[in-house]
């Protein structure tokens, strides 16, 4: 399976945009980049996906570098309510197995 | 409202006793799963399943054992095998598809062996 990395942490100003970085560099063609945050004793939630295109919905943009080795996920401005758990995940659209990383822990600063 | 439940939301059992953990959704979801996680950890896939009567080890499904006998539950039994069953067990489900789709996850049960 393609693996992801991710800072385990980062910090933001509430108010402010957040750049969460992601490293795929084994992805292959057929791979989709999906991201989950998951708020504390919940279970995670779909933020957003792509597979080679920049992606925008309500919650957040994802940029998808061109040779798609990374990607980053960005909240255009941080609220407290954002402060989470963000997984970044690869999907092979062959096979329905969903694995999760680490993930990079957000905090917003007031 | 259609979504995925998990029950209950506490459990407490005594060590060497099997427990079933029950998963049920009304999605229509074809794909399910398990996932088991501890105190500031990721994720971990234990089992998951594609179609009814199918399913798949995940990467830590020893000591676990699942069904898929109706689209809508999967239900996940941790046995006595298992060593350190203590933790947080989240079942999300998806629709099988190439398009892809997102995964929707349980609120969780939260299992304690004492």
């Known amino acids: 399976d393609a693996k992801t990395t991710q800072p385990n942490s980062m910090e933001s100003n509430e108010e402010e945009p957040v750049h969460l970085p992601c490293n795929h560099s084994t992805i292959s063609g057929t791979d989709y980049i999906h991201w989950y945050r998951q708020l504390p004793s919940q279970g995670p939630e779909y933020v957003i996906h792509g597979l080679t295109s920049n992606v925008n919905n309500r919650m957040a943009s994802l940029a998808i570098a061109e040779d798609r080795k990374s990607s980053t996920l960005i909240l255009h401005r941080a609220t407290l309510r954002d402060a989470a758990v963000y997984y970044c995940i690869l999907r092979d659209s062959g096979n329905e197995k969903l694995t999760f990383g680490t993930g990079t822990r957000l905090t917003i600063i007031p | 409202d259609g979504g995925i439940t998990q029950s209950p939301k506490y459990l407490f059992r005594k060590e060497g006793q099997n427990v079933t953990l029950s998963c049920e959704q009304n999605?229509?979801?074809?794909?399910m799963y398990w996932y088991r996680q501890d105190p500031g950890q990721g994720l971990r896939l234990i089992y998951y399943?594609?179609?009814?009567?199918?399913?798949q080890k995940g990467d830590i499904a020893e000591g676990y054992s699942v069904s898929r006998e109706k689209k809508e539950s999967f239900p996940l039994t941790v046995t006595s095998a298992q060593k350190n069953p203590t933790a947080f067990y989240l079942c999300?489900?998806?629709?099988?598809?190439?398009?892809?789709?997102?995964?929707?996850f349980g609120q969780g049960t939260r299992l304690t062996v004492v």
């Open positions: 999300a489900s998806s629709l099988y598809s190439k398009l892809y789709t997102e995964a929707f």
């Open positions: 999605l229509n979801h074809d794909a």
């Open positions: 399943s594609q179609i009814v009567n199918d399913f």
